[in-house]
């Protein structure tokens, strides 16, 4: 096994042994920096629920997140709610409909968890390129091919 997943299966032991710290930190992170979205945290699903609304070139998204150590694969879960946007792989979407927003390996080498508030402007930028897609046809975000 390489070291790396060893250290990463080890920060997520320690993240999920004490989620409560852990997500009230990332929830002060984020609130420091963005107050357009309102978190809290949820001791049933012992992960950091957030909603609010992004206002991209005049038009109003409405965001809903979940973020926790308890996901599977990644902590993240971020969604645009609207139904006119459908699964396809060209729009960096998982089946889900949670937002694609980076590679788990180039875009986060050491396999360390990335804070929640370094992924937010992150949401800006994927809804510019899907509106660019919806025009163009074309993907004009920096990508890997999934």
């Known amino acids: 096994m390489r ?8 920060i997520k032991t320690l993240h999920q042994r004490d ?12 609130e420091k920096h963005f107050d357009w979205l309102n ?6 699903s012992k992960s950091l ?4 609304k992004l206002v991209v070139d005049n038009k109003k998204y409405k965001v809903l997140l979940s973020y926790s150590p308890f996901h599977d694969y990644r902590y993240d879960r ?21 937002l694609c927003l980076y590679h788990p390996i180039i875009d986060n080498p050491s396999n360390l968890t990335i804070p929640l508030f370094k992924m937010i402007p992150w949401i800006c930028e994927w809804i510019i390129f899907y509106e660019q897609w919806k025009k ?8 890997i091919k999934h």
């Not at 070291?3 to 080890?10: G, Q, V």
């Not at 163009?136 to 990508?143: I, R, S």
């Open 3 to 10: 070291i790396t997943t060893i250290l990463e299966r080890n």
């Open 19 to 30: 989620w409560f710290t852990f997500l009230f930190v990332q929830k002060l992170l984020v």
């Open 39 to 44: 978190l809290y945290l949820n001791s049933h």
């Open 49 to 52: 629920i957030g909603k609010g």
């Open 78 to 98: 971020i969604y645009i709610d609207d139904k006119a946007i459908k699964y396809n792989r060209e729009i960096h979407l998982y089946r889900d409909l949670s």
């Open 136 to 143: 163009y046809g074309v993907w004009l975000g920096k990508e």
